[in-house]
T-cell receptor, first 110, second 113 residues
Framework: EDQVTQSPEALRLQEGESSSLNCSYT??????LFWYRQDPGKGPEFLFTLYSAGEEKEKERLKATLTKKESFLHITAPKPEDSATYLCAVQAGSNYQLIWGAGTKLIIKP | DTAVSQTPKYLVTQMGNDKSIKCEQN?????MYWYKQDSKKFLKIMFS???????INETVPNRFSPKSPDKAHLNLHINSLELGDSAVYFCASSQDLSTVEQFFGPGTRLTVL
């Protein structure tokens, strides 16, 4: 069964303390892996798409990387406004539907 | 301008009632979706609707039915509400079925008492 697992469930960092979030997946025929950000009381907001192992994407303090088994979302020198839940999703096989992880709740303390 | 809007934002109702959630997108997208986000924050696809083709997640009870009066609207009707239906429901849209960037609405928090 296709599955997406994110870790840790929650991560508390001090402002400026860099770290990484993990998204591991077991799917047949990965078509793409996607990162979204979700703020409390709002819908997810698209961040990145990664299609093949070795690919990297950057946006401000965020950098997403992809291997054959997992993806990392690296956050460099985070600020309190980076606090949110970060969701990972994959698209696999002939099915266009996304399979979602449960997310990592990131809290950045000033 | 709101890209994907949903109404209502909150919905509290009794078991057994029938309710609807409305969704509208002004992005000109061809594909719309309904997701359910449970208390553990997992997003589960319920329906995809693309050019009048409905793709149903087989795990969704037939008490749930999407209705699309036109390309910009996809409403969710729920019959005989149960306690387990309590969750946040998100509408989303994308340019087409193969486009992975999805735009989400703000969600509707449904509480069944």
């Amino acid at each position: 069964e296709d599955q997406v697992t994110q870790s840790p469930e929650a991560l508390r960092l001090q402002e400026g303390e860099s770290s990484s979030l993990n998204c591991s997946y077991t799917v047949s025929g990965l078509r793409g892996l996607f990162w979204y950000r979700q703020d409390p009381g709002k819908g997810p907001e698209f961040l990145f798409t990664l299609y093949s192992a070795g690919e990297e994407k950057e946006k401000e303090r965020l950098k997403a990387t992809l291997t054959k088994k997992e993806s990392f979302l690296h956050i460099t020198a985070p600020k309190p406004e980076d606090s949110a839940t970060y969701l990972c999703a994959v698209q696999a096989g002939s099915n266009y539907q996304l399979i979602w992880g449960a997310g990592t709740k990131l809290i950045i303390k000033p | 301008d709101t890209a994907v809007s949903q109404t209502p934002k909150y919905l509290v109702t009794q078991m057994g009632n029938d309710k609807s959630i409305k969704c509208e997108q002004n992005l000109g997208h061809d594909t719309m979706y309904w997701y359910k986000q449970d208390s553990k924050k997992f997003l589960k696809i319920m329906f995809s609707y693309n050019n009048k083709e409905l793709i149903i997640n087989e795990t969704v009870p037939n008490r749930f039915s999407p209705k699309s009066p036109d390309k910009a609207h996809l409403n969710l009707h729920i019959n005989s509400l149960e306690l387990g239906d309590s969750a946040v429901y998100f509408c989303a849209s994308s340019q087409d079925l193969s486009t992975v960037e999805q735009f989400f609405g703000p969600g509707t928090r449904l509480t069944v008492l």
